[in-house]
C-alpha cells in the first residue's frame, strides 16, 4: 500500500491550471519536509518543490518559479502542488515524498515516496 494517496493528475492544454493533492495514509505528515518530484519518459526523476516541516521555507525549481506554489494542511494530512501557466515540458509523472528535512529531500534521503500522478500538458 502506497503511503499516499495523489490525485489531481490530467490532461491539460498550455497555458492552463492543476492542482495536485498528496495525502499521507499510515503516518502523521506534519513529522516531515515534504517534496513533488516529477520524471519524464526517458528522463531522470528531478525535484520540482520542497516545503519545510513547519511550512515556512519553499524552494522551486528554476524552471517552476512564479508558476508553481506548494502548500501544506497538516490538519489534513495534505499537500499540494498548485501548477499555473502550464507548459508542454511540465509534462510527467508527479510524485510527492517524505523526508525529516528539506536538506534530506534534496540528497534524496527518502522516507516515503508516492506511487505518482500524470500530467500531460499539450494541445
Known amino acids: 500500500q502506497s503511503p499516499f494517496v495523489e490525485s489531481g493528475g490530467d490532461l491539460v492544454q498550455p497555458g492552463g491550471s492543476l492542482r495536485l493533492s498528496c495525502t499521507a495514509t499510515?503516518?502523521?505528515?506534519?513529522?516531515?519536509?515534504i517534496g513533488w518530484f516529477r520524471q519524464a519518459p526517458g528522463k531522470e526523476r528531478e525535484a520540482v518543490a520542497a516545503i519545510s516541516q513547519s511550512g515556512d521555507t519553499t524552494s522551486y525549481i528554476g524552471s517552476v518559479k512564479g508558476r508553481f506554489t506548494i502548500s501544506r494542511d497538516d490538519a489534513k494530512d495534505t499537500v499540494y502542488l498548485q501548477m499555473n501557466s502550464l507548459k508542454p515540458d511540465d509534462t510527467g509523472n508527479y510524485y510527492c515524498?517524505?523526508?525529516?528535512?528539506?536538506?534530506?529531500?534534496?540528497?534524496?534521503?527518502?522516507?516515503?515516496w508516492g506511487q505518482g500522478t500524470q500530467v500531460t500538458v499539450s494541445s
Open positions: 515524498a517524505a523526508a525529516p528535512s528539506i536538506v534530506s529531500l534534496s540528497l534524496r534521503e527518502i522516507d516515503h
Open positions: 499510515g503516518f502523521t505528515l506534519g513529522y516531515y519536509a
